[in-house]
């Protein structure tokens, strides 16, 4: 399985790809725009982690 980072990397550049595609995203705001999404996905998907491991955890004490 690949990385963390190389997992959000790869969603991240595909979503900014799509930004461009639209025009939504000029040269100008690309760095910013970048970053903002990479910690979005990578936020997005910390929390779905630790909320998934906290119902695994709460499943398994009540059995």
Same mark, same amino acid.
């Given at each position: 399985? /690949? %990385? !963390?980072? $190389?997992q959000v990397l790869k969603v *991240? /550049? $595909?979503i900014v790809a799509k @930004? +461009? $595609?639209?025009g939504r995203? %000029?040269? &100008? %705001? @690309?760095e910013e725009t970048f970053k903002t999404?990479?910690?979005s996905v990578k936020? &997005? +998907? !910390?929390?779905? %982690?630790i909320e998934e491991e906290e119902l =695994? =955890?709460? *499943? +398994? /004490?009540? =059995?």
């Open positions: 399985m /690949k %990385s !963390l980072d $190389e *991240t /550049k $595909e @930004f +461009i $595609e639209v995203v %000029s040269p &100008a %705001s @690309f999404v990479y910690r936020e &997005a +998907i !910390l929390d779905h %982690s =695994t =955890t709460s *499943t +398994i /004490k009540q =059995t």
